[in-house]
T-cell receptor, first 114, second 107 residues
Framework: NAGVTQTPKFRILKIGQSMTLQCTQDMNHNYMYWYRQDPGMGLKLIYYSVGAGITDKGEVPNGYNVSRSTTEDFPLRLELAAPSQTSVYFC?????????????FGDGTRLSIL | GQNIDQPTEMTATEGAIVQINCTYQTSGFNGLFWYQQHAGEAPTFLSYNVLDGLEEKGRFSSFLSRSKGYSYLLLKELQMKDSASYLCAVNDYKLSFGAGTTVTVRA
């Protein structure tokens, strides 16, 4: 069972570069999420999606963009990388929101902006 | 807004019991989750509470009091592998996470 798969696992970017963090899930979950986790901090929601074609901002969306063209994929785009975006990024999915359905997390992408 | 507080660190001895408290003030409430996160890994689901009371799952139990905005995670018979960060997360149709409590288990 693959679950939630994130690529790449590690990446170093230069300031101003752009990149896309990939996230794919094979559980047919409707809901998908992107979080960032800074050292000693909790997870902060960047963007989320309730289904293909529908996305919405979370708590810290500035500097990021997302799309959801299929149920399976939810890529996160950084257009102009800044040092403040150095973090660990987690993608997660769940069948629905609310209730006792936990989110399933990918292994994370460790991103450094230098 | 959401405000979720948990202690930063706790240390306990192998075989002992540790209780991790979580207090929350949120605009809505649709359940509370506890996740375990080992260093360098993804969070994994431990427990869920939506009604007041205690939920027991083997060595782990979680308690909720909605009127007090309070939950705790109880870890019994601690093992070395329980050394990890424990995240409290309140579900208000989106999850809001506390900063996590790092538990260190000593031999």
């Amino acid at each position: 069972n693959a679950g939630v798969t994130q690529t790449p696992k590690f990446r170093i970017l230069k300031i101003g570069q752009s990149m896309t963090l990939q996230c794919t899930q094979d559980m047919n979950h409707n809901y998908m999420y992107w979080y960032r986790q800074d050292p000693g901090m909790g997870l902060k929601l960047i963007y989320y999606s309730v289904g293909a074609g529908i996305t919405d901002k979370g708590e810290v969306p500035n500097g990021y963009n997302v799309s959801r063209s299929t149920t399976e994929d939810f890529p996160l785009r950084l257009e102009l990388a800044a040092p403040s975006q150095t973090s660990v990024y987690f993608c997660a999915s769940s069948p629905r929101t609310g209730g006792n359905q936990p989110q399933h997390f990918g292994d994370g992408t460790r991103l450094s902006i230098l | 807004g959401q405000n979720i507080d948990q202690p930063t660190e706790m240390t306990a001895t192998e075989g002992a019991i540790v209780q991790i408290n979580c207090t929350y003030q949120t605009s809505g409430f649709n359940g509370l989750f506890w996740y375990q996160q080992h260093a360098g890994e993804a969070p994994t689901f431990l427990s869920y509470n939506v009604l007041d009371g205690l939920e027991e799952k083997g060595r782990f139990s979680s308690f909720l009091s909605r009127s007090k905005g309070y939950s705790y995670l109880l870890l019994k018979e601690l093992q070395m592998k329980d050394s990890a960060s424990y995240l409290c997360a309140v579900n208000d149709y989106k999850l809001s996470f506390g900063a996590g409590t790092t538990v260190t288990v000593r031999a």
